[in-house]
Every structure is written in structure tokens, then in C-alpha cells.
Nanobody
Framework: EVQLQASGGGLVQSGGSLRLSCAAS????????IAWFRQAPGKEREGVSS????????FYADSVKGRFTIARDNAKNTVYLQMNSLKPEDTAVYYC??????????????????WGQGTQVTVSS
């Protein structure tokens, strides 16, 4: 059974930090790109960041570039999203997803086959 378990969300003040984790099982993790998406109430799901299968390639949405860092540990089947300098507009449910296709230029939900449950991130002003 494919599982992607996102954790690490919570309530933080503006300017604070959180680290999200995505633990994967049930598929060949080292062959898959992993991404983080987020969805705020009333808004479409938005691509935040992705990382290629080896960890050498990363993509960031303009809205998080310079504040968020994605990394993976293939020995632990886990991807991390370090989020610094958080802003109220970062408030959303964050989802991790896995897919065989990675792009340096785009990040769309249709590129990913496997999805985890979300973790809530709330940034207070």
C-alpha cells in the first residue's frame, strides 16, 4: 500500500519557522520526485516546491523562494520542507506528493500520482 505521511504542521507567529516531513512507503521512493503543495480555504491547490529523485534538482514557487528549503533522505524514505520567515499568506493545508516526472520549470498536481493527507500550517500575524 502506497503511503505518504505528512507531519510537522502547527501554529506559528509571523517570521517563525516550521519543518514539515513526508514519510513514504509502498513504492520505490528513490525513483520518484517528491513535491509539496498547499491549499488555502477557497483557493486552488498550489505547487510549493519539488525535488528530483536523487535530490540534486529542486524547484521552488516564486512565493517561497529564498524562505523554504526542500531536502530528501532516500535512506529514510523521507522528504523535508524547512519553512523560514513564515508569513500569514503561507497559511494552508500542506500536502506531499510523489511522481515519476520532475521538472525544473513547473509544478502541477497532474504531474504526481501519489498523495498524502495534509498537515495544517497556520501563521498568525
Amino acid at each position: 500500500e502506497v503511503q505518504l505521511q505528512a507531519s510537522g504542521g502547527g501554529l506559528v507567529q509571523s517570521g517563525g519557522s516550521l519543518r514539515l516531513s513526508c514519510a513514504a512507503s509502498g513504492f520505490s521512493f528513490g525513483d520518484y520526485a517528491i513535491a509539496w503543495f498547499r491549499q488555502a480555504p477557497g483557493k486552488e491547490r498550489e505547487g510549493v516546491s519539488s525535488i528530483g529523485s536523487s535530490g540534486s534538482n529542486t524547484f521552488y514557487a516564486d512565493s517561497v523562494k529564498g524562505r523554504f528549503t526542500i531536502a530528501r533522505d532516500n535512506a529514510k524514505n523521507t522528504v523535508y520542507l524547512q519553512m523560514n520567515s513564515l508569513k500569514p499568506e503561507d497559511t494552508a493545508v500542506y500536502y506531499c506528493a510523489g511522481g515519476l516526472y520532475y521538472s525544473d520549470y513547473d509544478l502541477l498536481p497532474a504531474m504526481f500520482d501519489y498523495w498524502g493527507q495534509g498537515t495544517q500550517v497556520t501563521v498568525s500575524s
